[in-house]
């Protein structure tokens, strides 16, 4: 693959750029390091003797600043191809830090002041010195030199070598390294087995009872459909996931280290662990290796470049639903010169931001004659909207085949209309009449299949994730729950909440209590027991919300979890208050209160929004909050109602302490456990949740309503007038780890009962191996 040339614009020898240096202002720039794994040296260069800056010393592998117009990642790729010839892919580049140079050489007339934008590059063996194709007037020379060597020479100031201060913020690239590849085996797989041990294995031989044989063979494809699900949501998580994700499957009968890499990111679905605030268990280093045969000058004898696919040590915000070096200010900067329609589509569940220079270096055109001059217009704004029918078409042609064909098997009527709707949908990106088909379904055989759920966009909460469930309806639970969704506009109308915010007409909630047979896509980490759909708010204004109850999932759960964390961290006297029950009960409460409370508002200006809109990447964690605390106030309402009986009070609120637990070890980056972290800190802070001096906890029934109520009005407010501020406020306040809640963690981290579970789906592994 080879790289447009284009005309540099660097501080050196450019009169607008050099201003920067005459001025000293602060600007930003990249560096670019090439990492030989096998020899573990880095590549230098020698800086042209014409350099206005430390002339014929030995630098980074590759630098540049960051042109007007320009984004981060391109400039790396640009100035490497520029500079050295190489032509390297998005997913060779991997962001490891940023770094502040401020320094004044030449007498004072050269002041720089950069925030430099690192990059690793990690190839597999030194590449060959034919291979480049040098500017000379950047670079005289290259030359690999261990990383030991360069660090010693550098922190002995040779005055050869560029300066840098390794015992500063530079020394994080030596630290990286000398950590990525002084691996002791034993005690990483030590490491890994104890993070595996923290979800229990569950078995899932769901029975059938009750599906007609028409549906049997329904099931067959949509277990199918779910596969492609899955492989949409590892692309959405990071653009190299899917290579890593197949590189980890194919070697892990390799070693037992490879064996317990696979299985831990098998749960993960990323190489960051959920449980541990996204925390990297894997680098780069055991990531895949690829091979570009023609990313540089060809050499005889040599096949080719081959490097590791990158990902970065912090797991980025914006998932793979944005450029990789794309900030909140950018996207906004952009957004504002949008119409209001395609601001609308630009924040909107069902598409992805790319770029345009993106785009035209990938495109065809830069495979051709090397060191091509061919020019790549930039547009003025370099993002644009593409949306999910476009930029997953193959996997979603292919879940549409399979779901029109199921639709064609059903004999239930409403499950046909669901998955033809949702076919259609999946090509024509137009998700509202299958929503309603959805909310809409009356059948044995239940599926959940689509983009819902946006906490993996943390940048925003704007993009929706693919996920999948497939079950079988609990004819029983599912009557008995019918008491909740039939009392919503009740408990609008009676929430603690002023008057003025509260919504007139809301609709009964459909409540489908299922046992899964299989999930997919995002269902990683922790297991949901059960979601409340959909998220469009258009519908939810409109129609209100659906419900669906994983019973066997909770049942799990309750026996694998939260029954050894009450047997902890809960007073002796009040461990028989925690029982199966109550833990459901309030399940089925919090997902009720999501369709409850605000959601289109009307903000001060008199402008109409949404909560989603105004909190952006906070609401994620104030809806799993509020969604809890008033489902736990809505609990008591309807036991004063004579709805539900009065022995439920205190069971439900000791469950309630225990489920604070559980969720919190989710990990504070996630929105269930920092929703929950804020919970137990407020009612810890009010008096309603008591530590005692064994280290276990009670529950004050005298103060744990008012606790409830306020905390309930607090976060209701806060959506109601979409104040981004107060929202923040209350997370960072309340949303962290405390002592009592630290506490808690070393006692079930010490006796290790399990944070969550991890479904084996025996039925549908049978079925599929049936059907070959």
Not at 177 to 198: C, D, F, G, H, P
Not at 547 to 573: D, R, T
Not at 692 to 701: M, N, R
Request: glycine share 6%; aromatic share 10%.
């Amino acid at each position: 693959m080879f790289l447009p040339k284009r005309v540099k614009r660097r501080a050196f020898g450019n009169p607008g750029e050099g201003d920067v240096h005459r001025d000293g202002d602060y600007h930003r720039a990249v560096h670019v390091w090439i990492f030989s794994e096998s020899t573990q040296e880095l590549l230098l260069q020698c800086r042209a003797d014409c350099k206005d800056s430390w002339p014929g010393l030995w630098d980074i592998s590759s630098a540049g600043h960051i042109s007007a117009g320009d984004s981060s990642l391109i400039t790396a790729r640009r100035e490497l191809h520029e500079e050295l010839g190489l032509a390297l892919p998005m997913d060779a580049f991997e962001f490891i830090f940023v770094f502040l140079q401020e320094c004044v050489i030449n007498d004072g007339k050269f002041v720089n002041n950069e925030f430099n934008d690192v990059y690793l590059v990690t190839t597999l063996s030194p590449i060959p010195m034919e291979a480049f194709t040098l500017q000379d007037t950047e670079v005289s020379a290259v030359k690999y030199i261990s990383w030991v060597e360069y660090k010693s020479l550098l922190t002995k100031e040779d005055p050869e070598y560029v300066p840098y201060d390794v015992s500063g913020q530079y020394g994080q690239l030596f630290d990286i390294i000398e950590k990525r590849y002084k691996e002791n085996t034993e005690a990483r797989s030590l490491i890994l087995q104890k993070q595996l041990r923290r979800y229990a294995p569950i078995y899932l031989d769901t029975e059938l009872n009750g599906l007609t044989e028409a549906d049997k063979e329904a099931l067959v494809l949509l277990i199918k459909a779910a596969k492609v699900i899955d492989d949409i949501f590892y692309l959405q998580v990071w653009y190299s996931n899917p290579t890593l994700r197949d590189w980890l499957k194919q070697r892990c009968d390799i070693s037992d280290l490879d064996k317990l890499k696979w299985m831990y990111y098998v749960i993960n679905k990323s190489p960051w662990s959920c449980l541990d605030e996204n925390k990297a268990f894997l680098t780069t280093a055991d990531s895949a290796i690829r091979l570009l045969p023609e990313s540089a000058k060809p050499i005889p004898g040599w096949k080719g470049l081959e490097y590791r696919a990158a990902f970065p040590m912090q797991k980025p915000p914006g998932a793979n639903f944005y450029p990789p070096d794309m900030d909140k200010m950018e996207f906004e900067l952009w957004k504002s010169n949008l119409s209001e329609e395609q601001q609308e589509v630009a924040t909107g569940f069902f598409n992805v931001i790319r770029r345009h220079s993106e785009s035209n270096l990938d495109s065809s055109s830069l495979y051709g004659t090397f060191g091509s001059t061919n020019q790549v217009k930039v547009p003025i704004h370099d993002l644009f909207i593409v949306p999910f029918s476009h930029e997953y078409k193959p996997f979603l042609v292919k879940a549409s085949e399979l779901l029109t064909k199921a639709g064609d098997i059903t004999d239930c009527a409403s499950l046909k209309r669901l998955l033809k709707a949702r076919a259609d949908a999946f090509l024509s990106n137009d998700y509202y009449e299958s929503d309603i088909a959805w909310m809409e379904l009356d059948s044995k055989l239940d599926i959940t299949i689509g983009p819902y759920e946006t906490y993996e966009d943390t940048l925003f909460g704007y993009k929706a994730t693919f996920e999948a469930f497939i079950g079988i309806r609990d004819d029983k639970a599912t009557s008995q729950v019918k008491l909740f969704g039939d009392h919503l506009q009740m408990l609008e109308q009676n929430l603690p909440l002023d008057d003025i915010y509260k919504s007139k007409e809301v609709a009964a909630a459909p409540i489908r209590v299922i046992q899964l047979v299989y999930n997919a896509g995002d269902v990683k980490g922790p297991q949901t027991v059960a979601f409340n759909l959909p998220n469009d708010e258009r519908i939810v204004k409109d129609r209100g919300t659906s419900m669906v109850m994983l019973k066997n999932i909770s049942e799990a759960k309750f026996k694998h979890i939260l029954q050894p964390i009450a047997g902890v961290c809960v007073i002796e006297e009040q461990r028989k208050h925690v029982n199966f029950e109550s833990f459901f009960t309030h399940t089925i409460c919090h997902e009720c209160c999501h369709g409850i409370g605000p959601h289109t508002i009307v903000l001060p200006n008199g402008q109409e929004s949404t909560v989603r809109l105004e909190l952006q990447e906070l609401h994620s964690a104030l809806e799993e909050a509020k969604a809890d605390i008033v489902g736990l106030w809505a609990l008591k309402f309807f036991v004063n109602q004579g709805l539900l009986p009065k022995n439920l009070i205190k069971s439900m609120h000791v469950s309630f302490l225990a489920g604070c637990f559980r969720s919190i070890r989710f990990g504070l980056e996630e929105a269930h456990g920092k929703g929950q972290a804020l919970q137990f800190n407020w009612l810890f802070e009010k008096g309603a949740f008591v530590l005692h001096f064994d280290g276990t906890f009670s529950v004050d029934f005298s103060k744990v309503d008012g606790a409830v109520e306020s905390l309930s009005r607090e976060i209701l407010t806060i959506q109601a007038k979409g104040d981004k501020t107060a929202a923040r406020s209350l997370l960072q306040k309340y949303g962290i780890m405390t002592k009592p809640l630290q506490l808690a963690m070393e006692k079930l981290e010490k006796i290790e009962v399990p944070v969550d579970v991890a479904p084996v789906f025996c039925t549908a592994d049978k079925i599929l191996e049936e059907k070959r």
